[in-house]
């Protein structure tokens, strides 16, 4: 309530976004004052990153959809860059990574060289604190990369994979899978039948598509991301799953099926779901809010049958 008051001259949509903005820089402010007063904040690395780029804006329809705003109050920029949330372009996966490290870290320094991922993190810190890195995890994909964080030139030698299992829309939306060696990064469907091949030093926005100027580079990052999907594996590891979600009846697959359910939640029966009648009787309820928005493929706030069927295939 104190962050929408701070920020009430602003109309509705973006007021709610200021409010979430703010509440989220308190948050961090109480991080850094418990590190104070702990006496650790000397020696205390603090990261601040997300998992990836802007949610869709919604629009009047998406405003309070079950619980909150929904997509509605989203109204957070890529920066220019190309594809939001779930797209494999940089849009969708470049996100901001701020680092604070007394002593070590130069403040008010910007690196915009430094290709630094998740799978960093581990072997990263652990260099930072001086530990030895799991004995298991030999052969991952993390790199090393402290001497970035201490803000010295730091290149990343393997390659970075990203695969998207949900929706494919245009126009960001369609590679299911990308893949950046270096300054390169290819976009791809499964089968390698499209393909765009961006170089980031030169175009950041993903806006040349320059693959057919370079077959050579197409052809090795092709193979490399295809190797790598080949390593994933094609079900989750039953050692990995909870006793309760295992114990969850299989999902139908089969379009009657899907069409019976969603006839059973059209509870006003206008050929649409929204948010609430999609989350009814829905097991988990803020997965179902998660994977609402990834199938709304013309982002109007709710599903047609279509978008509902082919949510379970």
Known sequence: ?????????????????????????????????????????????????????????????????????????????????????????????????????????????????????????????????????????????????????????????????????????????????????GDWKLAMTYDGSRVELHNLAADRAEAKDVAKQHPDIVARLKQLALEWKKTLPSEPDPACISKAEAAKPAAPKSGQNRGAIFDQKDKDHNGALSLVEYLDRFPDQAEGRRRFPTFDTDHDGSLTRDEFIRMGR
């Open 1 to 181: 309530p104190e962050s929408l008051a701070q920020w009430k001259h602003l109309d509705e949509q973006q007021q709610v976004y200021a409010a979430v903005i703010t509440d989220g820089d308190r948050a961090v402010g109480a991080v850094l004052d418990a590190l104070q007063a702990a006496g650790v904040a000397s020696n205390t690395i603090v990261i601040f990153s997300a998992d990836n780029g802007p949610e869709w804006t919604g629009n009047e329809k998406n405003k309070r959809m079950g619980e909150g705003w929904g997509t509605w109050a989203s109204v957070g920029q890529a920066g220019g860059l190309r594809g939001r949330k779930r797209s494999l372009f940089e849009g969708g996966v470049r996100v901001p990574f701020l680092v604070r490290w007394p002593g070590h870290t130069p403040a008010g320094t910007t690196n915009s060289t430094t290709v630094f991922t998740a799978v960093d993190l581990l072997p990263t810190l652990c260099a930072a604190a001086g530990v030895a890195l799991p004995p298991d995890s030999a052969g991952a994909d993390g790199e090393n990369l402290v001497a970035a964080l201490r803000g010295e030139p730091a290149v990343r030698t393997q390659p970075i994979f990203w695969e998207w299992r949900g929706n494919a829309t245009e126009p960001d939306w369609w590679p299911r899978l990308a893949v950046r060696e």
